[in-house]
């Protein structure tokens, strides 16, 4: 079965300092792994993906994560957080043998950049 | 481009009430669609998702049903509302065929029932 964990329900950071939103998962095989963020009352919005190749994959807004396959995680970076980047992030796995099924989502993590 | 909507924006309704939520896909054809509740604002439930028209898989037995009676269209429904069916609904999409194929939101209806 797929499974992907989020260890923190929130995450709380300066604006300016560098941030990082965790997700470990667990899959058979090599997982195909995504991040999403959420503003209030919005839906979800797709940041970034990885299926295959470089393990550091580059998104929307200048978000960033690295696959790790020893540590089975894949954890979400930015360099430099603003104010604006304080919202819902969540992780999703989908295995190569799950076929066209959907993804299976994190708990969510809350960020919160404060200035 | 594909859009996808959803409507209403905001609903409130009696315990009892019927439900009929509506999402429509624009710009692609033949898509997987998707049926997702978030309580409180955190985590996500897959409720239905479907692969084509009249084709429905349930995740969780409850009160609400889906139909697909086109194939861009997706509705969730409810005969009669309980007050735990409060909650922001959220619809999406993905391509069929591809495993690696990222699933897109729509904006979401928030429903309160009172």
């Known amino acids: 079965a797929q499974s992907v964990a989020q260890p923190e329900d929130q995450v709380n950071v300066a604006e300016g300092n560098p941030l990082t939103v965790k997700c470990t998962y667990s899959v058979s095989g090599n997982p195909y792994l995504f991040w999403y963020v959420q503003y209030p009352n919005r839906g979800l919005q797709f940041l970034l993906k990885?299926?295959?190749?470089?393990?550091l994959v580059k998104g929307s807004y200048g978000f960033e994560a690295e696959f790790n396959k020893s540590q089975t995680s894949f954890h979400l970076k930015k360099p430099s957080a603003l104010v604006s980047d304080s919202a819902l992030y969540f992780c999703?796995?989908?295995?190569?043998?799950?076929?066209?099924?959907?993804?299976?989502f994190g708990k969510g993590t809350r960020l919160s950049v404060i200035a | 481009s594909q859009t996808i909507h959803q409507w209403p924006a905001t609903l409130v309704q009696p315990v009892g009430s019927p439900l009929s939520l509506e999402c429509t896909v624009e710009g692609t054809s033949n898509p997987n669609l998707y049926w997702y509740r978030q309580a409180a604002g955190r985590g996500l439930q897959l409720l239905f998702y479907s692969v084509g028209i009249g084709q429905i898989s349930s995740e969780v037995p409850q009160n609400l049903s889906a139909s697909r009676p086109q194939d861009r269209q997706f509705i969730l429904s409810s005969k009669k509302l309980l007050l735990s069916d409060s909650g922001f609904y959220l619809c999406?999409?993905?391509?069929?065929?591809?495993?690696?194929?990222?699933?897109?939101f729509g904006p979401g209806t928030r429903l309160t029932v009172l």
């Open positions: 999703a796995v989908r295995a190569p043998a799950a076929g066209n099924t959907p993804l299976v």
């Open positions: 999406a999409w993905s391509a069929r065929g591809s495993r690696t194929d990222t699933q897109y």
């Open positions: 990885y299926i295959t190749g470089d393990n």
